[in-house]
């Protein structure tokens, strides 16, 4: 268990002691003095047990951190999350990934994240290039800088350019939010003898992409599969 006190980072493991089920997931125990919350949702991809029969009250668990505040919450999951969490993408942030897939508009770029980030082909060189397969093959390394992160659909677009000055700043969509329905913050606030009643939420709808968006997710989705 983490010691009390101790501030944990995205994605760091923890062992814990499950003190409460109920219906929207449990709350652990992971010796910070503060209960965390491992939602339903959290199980580990594939897993095709409901979640009682993976998660017991009492019952010893690893899990890793998801989400931090500063207020002390933690969410957790239980499934191992990639190299580099989504949490700590942001613009300007330089990795060296793998170009997976090369397309008329760009390429694909693994850099360890949840999913592949995207090079527009105008993004790909400081000078003119007419095609993405010019300038990157699949399976090359390359170097790459953050541009902008969407959080819904989770989208990293990227710039193979060494250009700092190319980058002009973009305003990032605003993050995922874990959201806790009303009746489980009420439960899991008893069981913790919390009666804190501030809970955020965003439920607030994006507009629809443009087509060329989507069909660069549609593209990305078959890319994660494998097809």
């Given at each position: 268990?983490?010691?009390?006190?101790?501030?944990?980072?995205?994605?760091?493991?923890?062992?814990?002691?499950?003190?409460?089920?109920?219906?929207?997931?449990?709350?652990?125990?992971?010796?910070?003095?503060?209960?965390?919350?491992?939602?339903?949702?959290?199980?580990?991809?594939?897993?095709?047990?409901?979640?009682?029969?993976?998660?017991?009250?009492?019952?010893?668990?690893?899990?890793?951190?998801?989400?931090?505040?500063?207020?002390?919450?933690?969410?957790?999951?239980?499934?191992?999350?990639?190299?580099?969490?989504?949490?700590?993408?942001?613009?300007?942030?330089?990795?060296?990934?793998?170009?997976?897939?090369v397309e008329n508009f760009g390429v694909f770029v693994d850099f360890g994240a949840e999913r592949p980030g995207m090079v527009h082909v105008s993004e790909m060189a400081d000078g003119y290039v007419k095609s993405p397969s010019d300038v990157a093959s699949i399976g090359q390394e390359v170097e790459v800088r953050v541009i902008k992160k969407s959080g819904r659909p989770r989208q990293i677009d990227l710039?193979?350019?060494?250009?700092?000055?190319?980058?002009?700043?973009?305003?990032?969509?605003?993050?995922?939010?874990?959201?806790?329905?009303?009746?489980?913050?009420?439960?899991?606030?008893?069981?913790?003898?919390?009666?804190?009643?501030?809970?955020?939420?965003?439920?607030?709808?994006?507009?629809?992409?443009?087509?060329?968006?989507?069909?660069?997710?549609?593209?990305?989705?078959?890319?994660?599969?494998?097809?």
């Amino acid at each position: 268990m983490a010691e009390v006190g101790q501030r944990l980072d995205v994605g760091a493991e923890v062992a814990g002691r499950v003190k409460h089920v109920g219906i929207y997931g449990a709350l652990v125990d992971i010796g910070t003095g503060q209960d965390a919350l491992l939602h339903i949702s959290q199980l580990p991809n594939g897993e095709e047990r409901r979640f009682e029969e993976v998660v017991q009250a009492d019952s010893e668990i690893t899990a890793y951190v998801y989400k931090t505040r500063r207020d002390g919450y933690v969410a957790l999951t239980m499934e191992k999350p990639p190299l580099v969490p989504w949490q700590s993408i942001k613009q300007g942030n330089i990795y060296t990934g793998e170009v997976i897939r090369v397309e008329n508009f760009g390429v694909f770029v693994d850099f360890g994240a949840e999913r592949p980030g995207m090079v527009h082909v105008s993004e790909m060189a400081d000078g003119y290039v007419k095609s993405p397969s010019d300038v990157a093959s699949i399976g090359q390394e390359v170097e790459v800088r953050v541009i902008k992160k969407s959080g819904r659909p989770r989208q990293i677009d990227l710039s193979m350019k060494k250009d700092e000055d190319a980058l002009a700043p973009v305003e990032e969509d605003a993050e995922d939010e874990i959201e806790v329905p009303t009746s489980m913050a009420q439960a899991f606030r008893r069981a913790m003898g919390n009666t804190e009643e501030n809970l955020d939420r965003n439920d607030k709808k994006r507009a629809p992409r443009r087509d060329h968006r989507s069909r660069q997710e549609e593209i990305l989705a078959r890319t994660l599969r494998g097809s």
